[in-house]
């Protein structure tokens, strides 16, 4: 954010003010439907010295897979970054976590995070949707779905985008797709979806990498998570060389609207 800052103060001269505001123009979208057009209808740029509560729930202090979420771990960087920090604390490791619940549902639109992801094994970082009804066996998805919108436990390049539906026990159904793209192991990197009525479709830097309307698509409003996770699907966190972070530079949400 503060390279584009910078690009756009040195080329036409404007305050960082206008300047954020005409970055927000720039993000990509998808191209809209005949007739309509994005229009964003909630965002943090992730500005100021505080993460602000009104828009974010930080998570913890509990216990989380192979370690816990500390609401400690999640604050911003004063330089325009929500950081979720993983590190070890005595005998455990801790990292941070925050979601939307209760302050921002939504369904449909274009929901897109810039993030630069973590570097050391152990820990994994994601960007997700969710809401109750992920927990309603039946009615397919529909009714809900944890929507993935990336998650990265790997440091090879790999990604991956995932969707769970009716619940997490005997009925539990999933589709997820696994896709490597070598440069989001450094930088920051856009992680966008798509999510229509009948289908969603999935991008990394405004490139599609998937798109499926398995579970037959969630109906209902759900929250934005930005969480990282300890746990072996990452690797040894015992060979992580602590503190990592996993950095989020904004998010942002449109709808079409006429
Ligand atoms: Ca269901």
């Known amino acids: 954010m503060r390279t584009t800052n910078l690009t756009c103060l040195s080329l036409v001269g404007l305050t960082c003010t206008f300047a954020a505001f005409a970055q927000t123009d720039q993000v990509s979208l998808p191209p809209a439907p005949a007739g309509k057009h994005w229009r964003l209808v909630w965002q943090d740029e ?12 930080r ?15 999640a604050y911003l960087d004063g330089q325009g970054h929500l950081l979720l920090r993983t590190r070890k604390d005595g005998d ?24 630069q992801m973590p570097k050391e094994p152990g820990h994994w970082s994601a960007f997700w949707m969710m809401c109750g009804g992920v927990s ?16 990265m436990p790997w440091r090879d390049g790999r990604l991956t985008m995932n969707l769970h539906w009716d619940g997490y026990g005997p009925d539990h159904q999933h589709a997820g797709t696994t896709i490597t793209n070598t440069a989001a ?19 990394v830097d405004g490139r599609e990498v998937w798109h499926t309307a398995a579970g037959g698509v969630s109906q209902v409003p759900e929250y934005l998570m930005l969480t990282n996770e300890i746990g072996t699907w ?23 609207t006429p």
């Not at 992730?46 to 729930?57: M, R, V, Y």
């Not at 015992?238 to 989020?248: G, M």
């Open 136 to 151: 309603h066996v039946g009615d397919g998805g529909r009714d809900g779905t944890e929507i993935d919108i990336v998650e």
């Open 46 to 57: 992730f500005d100021g010295a505080k993460l602000d509560e009104t828009k974010w729930n």
């Open 59 to 73: 998570l913890g202090d509990s216990k989380r897979r192979d370690g816990f979420w500390i609401k400690d771990d």
């Open 92 to 115: 455990r490791y801790t990292c941070g976590a925050v979601d939307t619940r209760g302050k921002f549902e939504h369904a449909f639109g274009y929901y897109v995070a810039r993030c």
């Open 234 to 256: 990452a690797g040894k966190i015992q060979d992580a060389k602590l503190p990592d972070y996993f950095k989020v530079d904004y998010v942002r949400v449109y709808d079409l």
């Open 185 to 203: 192991i450094d930088g920051f990197h856009d992680y966008g979806l798509l999510w229509e009525p009948d289908r969603y479709v999935f991008y």
